[in-house]
């Protein structure tokens, strides 16, 4: 998120959780929630990644677990604390829905003695939202609208299986979760989603854009997975081994200019790989 005075606002990417027994407490991270760590271990839950890290510098139950408290937000809250019990997790506190607020919580203690807080916001509790946005004045009336949104991009494929196989063969990528229809992926810091579709991406424009920190580095790879680049030779734009540099970034960027590449996935869509250039220019 970027200010209009172009300073970047700092985000929370990660959160690590320590343990004497990570591997243990992992998978039960894994088991409580439907998820499974990645390559480099973190638990993808919605925009946070929980890193289960072992560490011998803390007790084998957390000794103050108040202090921290996990707050998980499910669709269904009452689905979540049946397969909780499944496992046979001690509560803390048992699911309830609290009327004055409008939604589900059950606080859960995961193996380590840490909280783990199960939240449900229903329809209830983002009436009462709006209407206290309301109730504050214009101005924050209208932040409620979108800007207080979360945002993921939305694929078209008319062939959900080719689709599923080209981002698990070329781009390394697995769904965290299906549904009829439908595919979800979450990456570092957002998240995106494939459907079934009948309609065909026109490929003209860049559908989604990845930001990475070494473009030459991911090019290579991804052409190794057989991922094809596209050739870009028109006025002030011109690739050269499937890349090129384009003038002007945002200021959050931290860039003078971005060096970029673009291919076509296996449906159409087109993804564009950005890499900020730092520094300043000389020329300028």
């Known amino acids: 998120m970027t200010r209009t005075t172009g300073r970047s606002v700092p985000e929370i990417g990660s959160v690590l959780l320590a343990s004497t027994e990570p591997d243990q407490l992992r998978a039960w991270y894994e088991e409580a929630f439907g998820v499974a760590a990645d390559t480099d271990g973190f638990l993808h839950l919605g925009g946070v990644g929980l890193l289960v890290d072992g560490r011998d510098d803390v007790a084998g139950k957390a000794v103050e677990p108040s202090r921290v408290i996990l707050n998980v937000h499910v669709d269904d809250a009452r689905a979540v604390a049946r397969h909780l019990d499944g496992m046979d997790v001690t509560w803390l506190a048992p699911l309830e829905y609290r009327d004055q607020v409008g939604a589900w919580f059950g606080t859960a203690i995961d193996p380590d003695g840490n909280h783990v807080q199960i939240i449900e916001l229903t329809d209830a509790y983002w009436a009462a939202r709006r209407e206290r946005a309301e109730r504050a004045g214009g101005q924050e009336r209208a932040a409620w609208s979108l800007a207080d949104a979360s945002v993921s991009c939305r694929l078209p494929a008319q062939d959900l299986d080719r689709a599923r196989r080209f981002y698990a063969e070329k781009l390394g990528l697995e769904p965290v979760e299906t549904r009829p229809g439908g595919l979800r992926y979450e990456t570092r810091s957002g998240g995106f989603s494939v459907f079934q579709s009948a309609g065909r991406p026109s490929g003209e424009h860049t559908q989604m854009a ?39 970034n945002y200021p959050s960027a931290g860039g003078r200019g971005e060096r970029a590449a673009w291919f076509r996935d296996s449906e159409g869509n087109l993804h564009g790989v950005g890499q900020p250039i730092r520094g300043v220019d000389q020329g300028a």
Request: hydrophobic share 45%.
């Open 210 to 248: 990845w930001r990475v920190d070494d473009i030459d580095a991911v090019v290579a790879e991804l052409r190794q997975r057989g991922v094809v680049f596209d050739d870009v030779d028109v006025p002030g734009l011109r690739t050269v081994d499937g890349i090129t540099e384009v003038t002007g």
